[in-house]
C-alpha cells in the first residue's frame, strides 16, 4: 500500500473510511503528527494515519462500486466520465448513472 504522493492540505486523496478495506475519495483538511484528516465527498470526517491514505488514482474505465440512486446497496461498474466530484459510471448490469464521488468506493 503506498502513502499518498502529495500530502498537503486541499489535496484529493482516497482514504480506507474506518478500516473497512475500501477506499472513498476526500480532501486532506489537516495533516500533522503522522495522521491526516480526511473530508470525505459524502461530508463524512475522519482522522487516520498516513499509511491509511492513498493518491486519488480513478480515472475513466477504473473499476469502482456505486451506491446506485442512493438506495444504499452497492453496485459494480466502470467510470464512462469523471469531471471533480461528478462521475457517470456503466453499472456491469446494463444501467447508467450520473452521480457524486462520494457515492463511489474502489477497493
Do not use: H
Not at 484529493?12 to 480526511?38: C, D, Q, R
Amino acid at each position: 500500500m503506498s502513502t499518498a504522493a502529495a500530502q498537503t492540505k486541499g489535496d484529493w486523496v482516497l482514504g480506507n473510511y474506518k478500516g473497512a478495506g475500501y477506499w472513498f475519495p476526500g480532501v486532506i483538511e489537516s495533516i500533522g503528527g503522522g495522521k491526516i484528516t480526511i473530508r470525505y465527498d459524502d461530508g463524512d470526517r475522519e482522522t487516520v494515519g498516513i499509511n491509511a491514505v492513498r493518491p486519488y488514482d480513478w480515472m475513466i474505465g477504473m473499476k469502482v462500486e456505486c451506491n446506485y440512486k442512493g438506495a444504499g446497496d452497492w453496485y459494480a461498474g466502470k467510470i464512462t466520465s469523471l469531471a471533480g466530484e461528478k462521475i457517470s459510471i456503466a453499472y456491469d448490469d446494463g444501467d447508467k448513472e450520473t452521480t457524486r464521488t462520494g457515492r463511489c468506493r474502489s477497493n
